[in-house]
């Protein structure tokens, strides 16, 4: 079955830290860059860090220095450590891929991340 199952996520105060998983099946994982995208209330999804199938990784500018992407080929799972987390940060965190006009993976159903005191 081709899906993506994301967990991890929880409620943090600021300057906590989490760690993202993101559980790939149904495609060949390894060859693939992967992306980490969030979507806040009221606000369009945006991509907030990238790894290529190399390991060779990007980020947003607003978590540059904060997040760390990775990815475990043999357990077909992308990882987002996020340090020094920021109310700002709060949203519905996804993971997925391009894939010509449409998207590797069906959307997972993502996983919240909460930043509050």
């Known amino acids: 079955q081709v899906q993506l199952v994301e967990s991890g996520g929880g409620l943090v105060q600021p300057g906590g830290s989490l760690r993202l998983s993101c559980a790939a099946s149904?495609?060949?994982?390894?060859?693939?860059?992967m992306n980490w995208y969030r979507q806040a209330p009221g606000k369009q999804r945006e991509l907030v860090a990238s790894?290529?199938?190399?390991?060779?990784?990007n980020y947003a500018d607003a978590v540059k220095g904060r997040f760390t992407i990775s990815r475990d080929n043999a357990k077909n799972t992308l990882y987002l450590q996020m340090n020094s987390l920021k109310p700002e940060d709060t949203a519905v965190y996804y993971c997925?891929?391009?894939?010509?006009?449409?998207?590797?993976?069906?959307w997972g159903q993502g996983t919240q991340v909460t930043v509050s005191s």
């Open positions: 149904g495609r060949i994982f390894s060859i693939y860059a």
């Open positions: 997925n891929t391009p894939y010509g006009t449409n998207w590797l993976y069906p």
């Open positions: 790894i290529s199938s190399g390991g060779a990784t």
